[in-house]
T-cell receptor, first 115, second 114 residues
């Protein structure tokens, strides 16, 4: 079975640009969450989506947005990139929004570098 | 405000020794406490998790000890092996929220020397 798939794996952008990151959850999982992991820190929650609806939002500016498609895949968009947005962006899928016994399964992430 | 505090930041253990990582939380609404293991270039992988209705959970060489009154929980890795060298994160969440966010600690880098 395929795990959580994220694309691209690496990305370099210039300050002020916009970026779109993509995530395909595990087959059968309907909930997708996005996390930002700055080097040397733990992941920080950005968004959670379930059945195409936003179910939770972390403490991130409006430059960050996301959406979930009918096939449960998801995109994270970041506008007006800042140097501080450089991080590993992780997607996690789960069967439902609640953390059941399966927990979340994380993808390997997209490494975004803003120069 | 950091809701989950993790220590130590780094840990060096001899092969065969016991690795112990501690976490403390503040929000009493948390009711799910997982530990994740992360290797360089990979996403975090769920290692073991506990709910506050039990004080200990063991899976193979990994044990979580949970102290609800002290709002603390710890990960014990018995018979530590070089392959256990990784970064470990504790986390916490509440299933009562409409959206469930995992709140992570800052991580512990474990090195197991052979």
């Amino acid at each position: 079975d395929a795990g959580v798939t994220q694309s691209p794996t690496h990305l370099i952008k210039t300050r002020g640009q916009q970026v779109t990151l993509r995530c395909s959850p595990i087959s059968g999982h309907k909930s997708v969450s996005w996390y930002q992991q700055v080097l040397g820190q733990g992941p920080q929650f950005i968004f959670q989506y379930y059945e195409k609806e936003e179910r939770g939002r972390g403490n991130f500016p409006d430059r960050f947005s996301a959406r979930q498609f009918p096939n449960y895949s998801s995109e994270l968009n970041v506008n007006a990139l800042l140097l501080g947005d450089s991080a590993l962006y992780l997607c996690a899928s789960s069967p439902s929004p609640g953390t059941g016994s399966y927990g979340y399964t994380f993808g390997s992430g997209t490494r975004l570098t803003v120069v | 405000q950091q809701q989950v505090k993790q220590s130590p930041q780094s840990l060096i253990v001899q092969k065969g020794g016991i690795s112990i990582i501690n976490c403390a939380y503040e929000n009493t609404a948390f009711d799910y406490f997982p530990w994740y293991q992360q290797f360089p270039g990979k996403g975090p992988a769920l290692l073991i998790a506990i709910r506050p209705d039990v004080s200990e959970k063991k899976e193979g060489r990994f044990t979580i000890s949970f102290n609800k009154s002290a709002k603390q929980f710890s990960l014990h890795i018995m018979d530590s092996q070089p392959g256990d060298s990784a970064t470990y994160f504790c986390a916490a969440s509440s299933r009562n929220q409409a959206g469930t966010a995992l709140i992570f600690g800052k991580g512990t880098t474990l090195s197991v020397s052979s």
